[in-house]
Structure formats: structure tokens, C-alpha cells
Nanobody, 123 residues
């Protein structure tokens, strides 16, 4: 049974930082592309970042580029998202996702999802 479990969310002031983690089990982690998405209240789930199987290639939404950094540790079957210079508009539930086919910016492309972790940025 595949499980993705996010952690590290919380309440932070604007300009602050958080580091999200996603721990995977039940799959061969190194063979899956991984991604972060987020969903704010009343909005659709949106792409944040993706990382390839090796961790050498990444992609970011324009709204987070230069502030967020995705990384992974295949030995620990873990995905990370370092979020710096946080803004109130970054407030959302953040989800990690996995798919063996490769990365995509589309939610429908991902086979497995975590339950999400709440990030709240106060102004």
C-alpha cells in the first residue's frame, strides 16, 4: 500500500520560512517523479514544484520561483520543499504527489497523493 505523508506545515509570519517533508512508503521511491501542489480555500489545486527521479532536475510555478526549493533523498524515500520569503498568498494546504511516468504540472497526471499539510502565512 502506497503512502505519502506530509509534515512540516504550520503558522508563520510573512517573510519567514518553512520546510515541508513528504515521506513515502510502499513504492520504489527512486523510480517516481515527485511534485508539490497546493490548494487554497475556494481555489483549485495548483502546481508548485516538481522534481525528477534523480533529484537533478526541478521545475517551479512562476509564483514561487526563487523562493521555494524542492529536493529529495532517495535513500530516505523523502521529498522536501524549502519555502523562504513566505507571503500571505502562499497560505494553502500543501500536497505531495508521485507518479512513475514522470513529472507534470497537471494534477490528473499523478497517481498517488498525500493527505496534505496546512501552511498559513500571516501578514
Amino acid at each position: 500500500q502506497v503512502q505519502l505523508v506530509e509534515s512540516g506545515g504550520g503558522l508563520v509570519q510573512a517573510g519567514g520560512s518553512l520546510r515541508l517533508s513528504c515521506t513515502a512508503s510502499g513504492l520504489t521511491f527512486s523510480t517516481y517523479a515527485m511534485a508539490w501542489f497546493r490548494q487554497a480555500p475556494g481555489k483549485e489545486r495548483e502546481f508548485v514544484s516538481a522534481i525528477d527521479r534523480s533529484g537533478k532536475a526541478t521545475d517551479y510555478a512562476s509564483s514561487v520561483k526563487g523562493r521555494f526549493t524542492a529536493s529529495r533523498d532517495n535513500a530516505k524515500t523523502a521529498l522536501y520543499l524549502q519555502m523562504n520569503s513566505l507571503k500571505p498568498e502562499d497560505t494553502a494546504v500543501y500536497y505531495c504527489a508521485a507518479d512513475i511516468k514522470g513529472w507534470s504540472k497537471l494534477t490528473r497526471a499523478y497517481e498517488y497523493w498525500g493527505q496534505g499539510t496546512q501552511v498559513t502565512v500571516s501578514s
